[in-house]
């Protein structure tokens, strides 16, 4: 698994993990299991969505040379 989430794209995904699973508390709900999604890829640095469709949010690395 090649890495295809930019260090803004895993922030954005903790927050909104994080905001979902206090929701799911707050509001008493299964829902916030939800969150597993977001935390999950963030911590990886992988979406397998954004593979299937070709987009990654990484910076281009320069070559050396």
Known sequence: MK???GNMD???RIVLGVA?????LY???WLGLI???PLATAL???CPLYAIFG???????Q???
């Open 3 to 5: 890495r295809n989430e």
């Open 20 to 24: 979902i699973a206090a929701a799911g």
């Open 35 to 37: 969150a597993i999604i």
């Open 44 to 46: 990886v640095g992988f």
């Open 27 to 29: 509001f008493q709900s």
């Open 63 to 65: 070559s050396r040379g």
């Open 10 to 12: 895993r922030i954005i």
């Open 55 to 61: 987009i990654s949010t990484c910076p281009v690395q």
